[in-house]
């Protein structure tokens, strides 16, 4: 599921845009980057008309922002930017880590005391499938994610289109996936405190 989430990611957006919310298209499990034509192509050709449309309209006012921002000298994001920027991007990969690793850790578990005992197949094994059942749960979760953190009130980040791509808003954007993903997995890791019960009794 992670690595779905992650090639879904929400860009730092700039003044005007529209939030895409993903929904259950058919995806690709290999997405090519969306500077290639075959990427691009890909990416266009998963979306709805209407999205489409949306698309259009909005790459278009950016465009004809970013040419009337040309030979003006933008500043720097501001603190309160940036830090806005890093909460936008966060939000929704504390919920994208959090099903990954407790999605994970649940179905692996019941793998393993399933499927485990009945064929012998190792902890490791059991753990490869419960990631493998994470990864479906994320093509159909990740949508309502997104969609959930939209709802919590986070506005897109006031930039400009000069503003949305220096070096550090694109270090925020990562710094506050990163961090996202660091408290979702950890706090998606919660079975774990029902599990240790059933592995003392195992022992005894």
């Known amino acids: 599921m992670l690595r779905f ?3 879904r990611t929400l860009r730092p957006c700039v003044r005007g845009a529209q939030v895409r919310r993903l929904g259950t298209h058919k995806h690709k499990d290999k997405l090519e980057p969306l500077n290639t034509s075959e990427g691009a192509k890909d ?11 949306c698309l259009l309209r909005e790459l278009q006012n950016f465009e004809s922002i970013a040419i009337a921002q040309e030979k003006l000298e933008s500043l720097p994001p ?3 930017q940036l830090r806005y920027v890093l909460l936008h991007n966060a939000l929704p990969f504390v919920g994208f880590g959090f099903l990954d690793n407790a999605i994970m850790i649940a179905a692996g578990t019941q793998i393993e005391l399933s499927i485990g005992v009945t064929f012998g197949i190792s902890t490791m094994a059991a753990a490869a499938l419960g990631n493998l059942v994470s990864d479906l749960a994320g ?7 997104e969609a959930l953190a939209a709802r919590l009130g986070m506005q897109i980040p006031d930039l400009t ?3 949305a791509d220096m070096w550090q808003t ?12 660091t408290i979702g997995c950890l706090l998606g890791m919660f079975p774990l405190l029902f599990l240790g019960d059933d592995d ?3 022992t005894k």
Do not use: D, M, W
């Open 43 to 53: 990416f266009i050709y998963s979306l709805h008309a209407a999205e489409r449309s």
């Open 161 to 163: 289109p000069k503003q």
């Open 170 to 181: 694109r270090l925020s954007s990562h710094l506050g996936k990163g961090i996202g993903v």
């Open 5 to 7: 989430c992650l090639c």
């Open 200 to 202: 003392e009794e195992k």
């Open 139 to 145: 093509l159909g979760l990740a949508g309502y994610v």
């Open 78 to 80: 501001s603190t309160n």
